[in-house]
């Protein structure tokens, strides 16, 4: 099992953020590699055991399951169902920590999962940086004051 983890500082109050990030269906908002996502079953977006089912700007497409969401944590996790990258046992967590020096935001990131030994470092860049860092960036931009 191998672990990827990304953290930055957003300069934007952690309830700004947390507003942004919480849907569950609200990738495409975002980030800039999701193209368009939907709640299965019509179920509510933070309903824990609900599926988002999106598809990704380069064509590919990708089921997750909401395992956590806590508001006064400003934490979800959630794991991949399906996906075109080749992993097993995916499980991820984004959390986010007001930063008082300056109402700022502390943003981490992280997944564990299982993959063939062969594509362990493509598959770290480019979930650290492709999907996680690459989200961070986008909200930063988002949310410039």
Known sequence: MIKVYASSVIDAPAETVWARVRDFNGLPQWTPFVA??????????????CVRNFRLKDGGA?????????????????????????????VATLKLTPVTDGNRTFAEWWAEFDC??????????????????????????????
């Open 36 to 49: 368009e996502s939907r709640i299965e079953e019509g179920l509510p977006a933070d309903r824990i055991g």
């Open 62 to 90: 990708i089921r997750e399951r909401l395992l956590t969401l806590s508001d006064y944590d400003y934490q979800c996790s959630y794991s991949i169902l399906e996906s075109p990258m080749g992993v097993t046992n995916y």
């Open 116 to 145: 063939e030994p062969a594509k362990e470092r493509e598959l770290a860049r480019s979930i650290g940086q492709g999907v996680f860092q690459a989200g961070f960036d986008s909200l930063k931009s988002l949310l410039r004051r």
